[in-house]
């Protein structure tokens, strides 16, 4: 057994590399032109910790809020919230505060953003959600 992985069986961290991620577990949104990765997730309180994959013109199309915080840093590419201007680039940190109306977005190019939510997503499904993509990250009534 790989030392690394002997040293992980012995321990509740984790540990993951992005070459290792299992292509069956990415959520794709391809109306909208993005993909979701849950690198972790806490499905008592809702909170998560995402990779988002925008193609090139992928989007969120609508102004919305959250029922958390929400946390975003960029990897890669140029995402923009169109309703104030502000653009993510590679090191930006982004964070929107429970429940204030923020998007739509549109990145201009591939971008790659880790956003992490420290509680539950949204008190309702948005219009770019199903009801399977969705799962555990409707605020609780």
Known sequence: ???QNKALCQTLEVLLNTKDLDPEQWIDYPEYG????FLWKNAET???????EFQKDGQ???KHTHASNQFMYCLEGDYEYVDVGLRLQPGSF???PVGHPHGPTIAHERSV?????DGPHYHEKPVFHTDETIGDFLAKS
């Not at 809702?46 to 988002?52: D, F, T, V």
């Open 1 to 3: 057994m790989h030392e």
């Open 34 to 37: 993005f993909r979701q990765y």
């Open 60 to 62: 969120i199309p609508v």
């Open 113 to 117: 953003l880790i956003e992490i939510y």
């Open 46 to 52: 809702g909170a998560s910790i995402a990779l988002l």
């Open 94 to 96: 982004y964070m929107n």
